[in-house]
């Protein structure tokens, strides 16, 4: 089993930054791909971010490309989501996740932060 914990969340106003951080406790946290999704008031969840087992590769969804970047920090078992230039449109649930590689699917998730961002 994988838990996984997000925090960083918050009240920001447009154009301010935050950093998200999901931390991991079991598992083999470097060898997973993780990523991040979000899902707003009355929408369905939606990607924002991912990045491969051995950093070389990373994945942004069109609306946040530019703006947001993920990184993890293996020996902290922590992976993080740096968020520039907020807009009011990237209020949402934040969701880290976990893809073993094993089954073809993100098959952990965290509880998910709050992140509002009023205009």
């Known amino acids: 089993q994988v838990q996984l914990v997000e925090s960083g969340g918050g009240l920001v106003q447009a154009g301010d930054s935050l950093r998200l951080s999901c931390a991991a406790s079991?598992?083999?946290?470097?060898?997973?791909?993780l990523g991040w999704f979000r899902q707003a008031p009355g929408k369905d969840r939606e990607f924002v971010a991912s990045?491969?087992?051995?950093?070389?590769?990373?994945y942004y969804a069109d609306s946040v490309k530019g703006r947001f970047t993920i990184s993890r920090d293996n020996a902290k078992s922590t992976v993080y989501l740096q968020m520039n230039s907020l807009k009011p449109e990237d209020t949402a649930v934040y969701y880290c996740?976990?893809?073993?590689?094993?089954?073809?699917?993100?098959?952990?998730w965290g509880q998910g932060t709050e992140v509002t961002v009023s205009s």
């Open positions: 990045i491969s087992w051995n950093t070389f590769y990373t």
């Open positions: 079991g598992g083999t946290f470097s060898r997973y791909a």
């Open positions: 996740a976990v893809d073993t590689g094993l089954n073809g699917k993100y098959e952990y």
